[in-house]
């Protein structure tokens, strides 16, 4: 190494005088003699200043004091035969740095402990060099070496452990992939890793807390150019990971939410909890989606309806993933626990169900929609109020003559009376199929996008 080679250059001009030879082996034979007591400050010093450390057990940090005392006698050889450190010399780095990995030992903490390490073991060799000029000019001559001995360990240190890092992390998304499949496939774990998986996410199989699955799929912006079949993976990989950190169930489930990326969908089981509101859940990932859009990801999400155990989440995937259609082109939330029987039905409604509807009454809701819905809005309020024509006319902040009138012009254009509950439903009907198409145009859009607002109850977003 170059930098070797300058080190020894170094070394011989303040080592070329016997005194200060002398004083250099003297300043390492006392270091080598007081290791033990060297090693303990060190360790002592970490745990004060680094909080981590503090936390630790006593097994923890006598592992820790090991690998101190190794350090300090691989710096003393390499100081005693004047050379530059070499791999085989910290080669027992790589098993400590694992360990710290695996123990949850923050990077930042792990190297921070070196420097530490560094600090005590300098502040000894001055502490040790007195006041004569050969001892100063011999602590000075271990300066560089033991600079180039703390940045080679501690950077075969940090390469170790982020190797370990992206290990385990692989280990554990295969663990995470298994266990959903396996879930999916209508099974429950009962041992090995994914026991522990489905435990860490709430999902152990004795659970009985109320489930959903949320399906989500990534959508090009239309002013995007696709550049690839792999151009979504980044963004699919980002949607999973905002969909892991939510925690449903908060302290009553604990964990993260099982989130995994499945080909071209994203996957997601968020356990409840005992007394969690599903419609919490679906107004948190309505905002998920939206702040995702403003980094440019176009989610189309389903959500399930609330099952009760492990044993129903093939059921709930498969309405999760059904109810995407739904959706328009450029995406959504479609929440299954906000919608009613009545609308699920009339969203999955196929062109002869709108046949069915009266000409006239199409024709009126065509006509009505151009110019604001405001007999749409009518027909709503009414039956919302349980035909009460004051109590609608209140909500739509009109006169009850207003109200009045407008159910006339109703029974006039398509022969249907509001108070007549046969006559309502089928208009209530005929409204519902309308609502259910995609909006085709920008204005109809807006249009859809406030009626759904007024209802109050629809999952299914119309804009993004």
């Known amino acids: 190494m170059s930098s070797g080679s300058g080190g020894r250059a170094g070394a011989e001009t303040f080592t070329g005088t016997e005194p200060v030879r002398a004083q250099r082996a003297r300043i390492l034979s006392e270091l080598l003699s007081d290791l033990d007591r060297l090693a303990g400050t060190a360790v002592a010093t970490m745990r004060a200043e680094i909080p981590a450390y503090a936390a630790r057990t006593e097994e923890f940090l006598a592992d820790v004091r090991d690998q101190v005392v190794r350090h300090y006698r691989g710096k003393l050889a390499v100081l005693f035969e004047d050379r530059t450190v070499r791999p085989e010399d910290i080669a027992y780095v790589r098993q400590a740095a694992m360990r710290r990995a695996r123990a949850g030992v923050a990077l930042a903490d792990y190297i921070n402990a070196f420097r530490v390490g560094q600090q005590v073991f300098w502040e000894s060799v001055l502490a040790r060099a007195g006041h004569t000029y050969a001892g100063r000019e011999a602590a000075l001559s271990l300066a560089a070496p033991l600079m180039r001995y703390c940045d080679f360990a501690s950077t075969h240190a940090a390469n170790a452990y982020l190797e370990f890092q992206q290990y385990a992390a692989a280990e554990a998304v295969r663990e995470t992939r298994d266990l959903l499949e396996t879930l999916l496939a209508g099974a429950t774990p009962t041992r090995g890793p994914q026991l522990a998986a489905a435990q860490a996410h709430g999902l152990g199989p004795d659970v009985r807390t109320p489930l959903l699955v949320v399906v989500a799929v990534v959508l090009d912006p239309p002013s995007v150019v696709p550049r690839g079949p792999d151009r979504g993976a980044d963004a699919r990989h980002a949607a999973c990971a905002a969909l892991a950190r939510m925690n449903a169930g908060g302290a009553r489930t604990g964990g993260r939410t099982l989130s995994v990326v499945r080909q071209s969908e994203i996957v997601a089981i968020p356990a409840l909890g005992q007394g969690g509101d599903p419609e919490e ?156 198409l995609p909006p085709t145009n920008p204005e109809r859009k807006r249009l859809a996008t406030t009626t759904d607002e007024d209802r109050g109850t629809s999952g299914v977003r119309s804009s993004p």
């Open 281 to 436: 859940l679906c107004d948190r990932l309505q905002a998920l989606r939206e702040s995702l859009l403003a980094e440019g990801i176009v989610l189309a999400m389903g959500i399930s309806t609330v099952v009760a155990g492990i044993a129903h989440l093939p059921q709930a995937y498969q309405e999760a993933r059904a109810v995407i259609d739904f959706l328009p082109e450029d995406g959504g939330v479609a929440a299954l626990p906000r919608i009613t029987p009545f609308q699920y039905l009339a969203l999955g409604a196929d062109d002869t169900a709108r046949n069915l509807v009266d000409p006239r009454i199409t024709s009126l809701l065509d006509e009505d929609r151009a110019r604001g819905g405001v007999l749409t809005a009518t027909i709503r309020a009414f039956a919302a109020a349980d035909l009460n024509l004051r109590t609608a006319a209140e909500r739509l902040q009109i006169h009850p003559n207003t109200a009045q009138y407008r159910l006339r012009r109703i029974q006039e254009r398509t022969g249907r009376s509001l108070r007549r509950i046969d006559d309502l439903v089928e208009l209530l009907v005929a409204i519902a199929l309308q609502d259910s």
